[in-house]
Nanobody
């Protein structure tokens, strides 16, 4: 059974930085793509960044150049380094794990709140 536990959220001023962590259990890093998504009140959940088992990355246009996703397969942990934060980045951030060719493998953490004050 896959379990994902996010940490590192909090309140930060605009221009500041945070690093989110997602500790995963029950997955094989060699096959799972990991990602971060976010959902603000009244909005749909959106992709922030993903990293494949081969460490290829993809980012939403709104965070390119500011956020960096990385993974430590030995620790089964994925990170999201967020710099130059803006009030629009305020959301609940969710960790996701999935095997790309197996839709039933889609798994989510419970989320961590990030609030950026102006």
């Amino acid at each position: 059974q896959v379990q994902l536990v996010e940490s590192g959220g909090g309140l930060v001023q605009a221009g500041g930085s945070l690093r989110l962590s997602c500790a995963a259990s029950g997955i094989r890093p060699s096959v799972y793509t990991m990602g971060w998504y976010r959902q603000a009140p009244g909005k749909q959940r959106e992709l922030v960044a993903v990293i494949t088992s081969g460490s290829s990355t993809n980012y939403a246009d709104s965070v390119k150049g500011r956020f960096t996703i990385s993974r430590d397969n030995a620790k089964n942990t994925v990170y999201l380094q967020m710099n130059s934060l803006k009030p629009d980045d305020t959301s609940v951030y969710y960790c996701n794990a999935k095997i790309p060719w197996r839709p039933s493998s889609d798994s989510w953490g419970r989320g961590t709140q990030v609030t950026v004050s102006s």
